[in-house]
């Protein structure tokens, strides 16, 4: 999923498992979660706006974003490479 930023080993082999991402949009820097089919956190990164559509090429997974005005161009871009995306609106 991190195509062109070079992940540690244990980054790249935590990659393999995650199955949902959550991705908390912002202007400049979005925060990423990965977990596992277990729930267990495996990535936590902080991911510069240009790299988001070219660290999330593999693998394919449920994203979560929360709904914002730029989330739907967000998931817009991440539906094309082929992942399943879901606009979450913020608890009150």
């Known amino acids: 999923m991190w195509g ?14 995650v199955t949902t991402i959550g991705l908390d949009i912002a202007k400049s820097v979005f925060q ?3 977990i596992d089919a277990a729930s267990q956190v495996v990535i936590r990164r902080h991911l510069k706006r ?6 999330s090429a593999k693998p394919l997974c449920l994203i979560g974003i929360e709904a914002c005005a730029s989330s739907h161009h967000w998931s817009r871009e991440l539906q094309t490479l ?3 995306v879901r606009l979450c609106r913020r608890p009150t």
Do not use: D, N, P
């Not at 062109?4 to 498992?17: F, G, P, V, W």
């Open 4 to 17: 062109l930023i070079r992940l540690a080993r244990s980054e790249e082999l935590a990659m393999q498992t």
């Open 82 to 84: 082929g992942h399943t």
């Open 50 to 55: 240009r790299y988001v559509l070219a660290s």
């Open 32 to 34: 990423v979660y990965g």
